[in-house]
């Protein structure tokens, strides 16, 4: 893929020239944003990989489809070892990567800091599932419950599952500015409410699991704006227009979240704790997130939600 950009060009004719680009760009966010109790840490300078390294190749192998941790550490070693000649061992580098969840999870607060990604004061919200298990399992599973996985419902699905719910707040381009875990039997109107505690004057779209005098109330005292699609038999719906409106903007959540299920296997879980499967989700979601900003950067003539061409 050859770009030109000015008197330049900028080429990502390999997956190889991929991870070089995530490792730059993750590497300079964490000199700018960790803080120096992570990046200053006891025997950090005597580590084999460093921080920026260890997240690249996470983020590179959620997006690269690879499920399996120890399939994408021998992927990596097999292939890959002259760009990281200091590999650690496979279960030093699982343990750093959980350990630099929060870590993660600021980088890709900053990342709208950095680059140009196109916003606007319009978002979409809803919610998917994230089963920990088959159902016909979920009396026998013991992972997940002390962390809160319940039983809930997905309407969209119509079934039952065992497990978590991730509510997301995203732009009407896609882009993913926050996201939660909850147990699955939470109300998707509890989740907009504590996305509410942290972003003001907002226009929200939401499905028809966000309405209710009693949510619209709360949002306008926070001063935001929800348009959620009501029941067709409401005595106070939406005009036809409006609703068009709202339904055509909902597409654009409903495809991240397909992205993020089908080529990034988010509804896949594999992990053995509550802590693994919070860092599997933040590596796919950051490496969604870049590679918005990269079509962004690049300015692909294309939609900049078309996320899979950079890699393949």
Wanted: aromatic share 12%.
């Amino acid at each position: 893929m050859l770009k030109f950009q000015g008197d330049y060009t900028t080429i990502i004719a390999t997956f190889e020239d991929f991870i070089l680009l995530v490792y730059t760009i993750i590497d300079d966010l964490y000199h700018q944003f960790a803080p120096t109790s992570v990046s200053q840490r006891r025997n950090v300078d005597t580590a084999k990989m460093s921080d920026s390294e260890i997240i690249t190749l996470s983020i590179c192998g959620e997006l690269a489809g690879i499920d399996s941790e120890n399939a994408w550490y021998s992927f990596v070693k097999r292939n890959y070892r002259h760009l990281f000649p200091r590999l650690c061992s496979r279960t030093r580098f699982n343990r750093t990567r959980k350990a630099l969840l929060q870590v993660t999870e600021l980088l890709r607060q900053k990342l709208t800091h950095s680059f140009p990604i196109p916003t606007s004061r319009y978002f979409v919200i809803d919610s998917f599932p994230l089963p920990v298990c088959k159902f016909g399992r979920a009396r026998y599973c013991r992972s997940f419950r002390v962390d809160g996985a319940n039983y809930g419902k997905c309407p969209s699905k119509k079934e039952t599952y065992f497990g978590f719910k991730v509510h997301a707040l995203i732009t009407i381009e896609g882009y993913i500015t926050a996201f939660e875990i909850t147990p699955a039997s939470v109300d998707d109107r509890e989740g907009l409410r504590d996305f509410a505690e942290n972003h003001l004057c907002l226009t929200v779209l939401g499905d028809k699991g966000y309405t209710g005098e009693q949510l619209w109330e709360d949002m306008q005292e926070k001063g935001i704006c929800l348009m959620s699609l009501k029941p067709s038999n409401h005595k106070n719906n939406w005009p036809k227009e409006v609703r068009q409106v709202i339904f055509r903007f909902r597409r654009r959540i409903e495809t991240v979240f397909s992205q993020l299920s089908e080529q990034l296997n988010a509804e896949k879980v594999l992990a053995k704790s509550f802590r693994g499967l919070c860092t599997r989700l933040q590596n796919k979601i950051l490496g969604h997130n870049l590679c918005m900003a990269f079509n962004s950067i690049f300015r692909e003539p294309c939609d900049i939600g078309k996320i899979k061409h950079l890699i393949f």
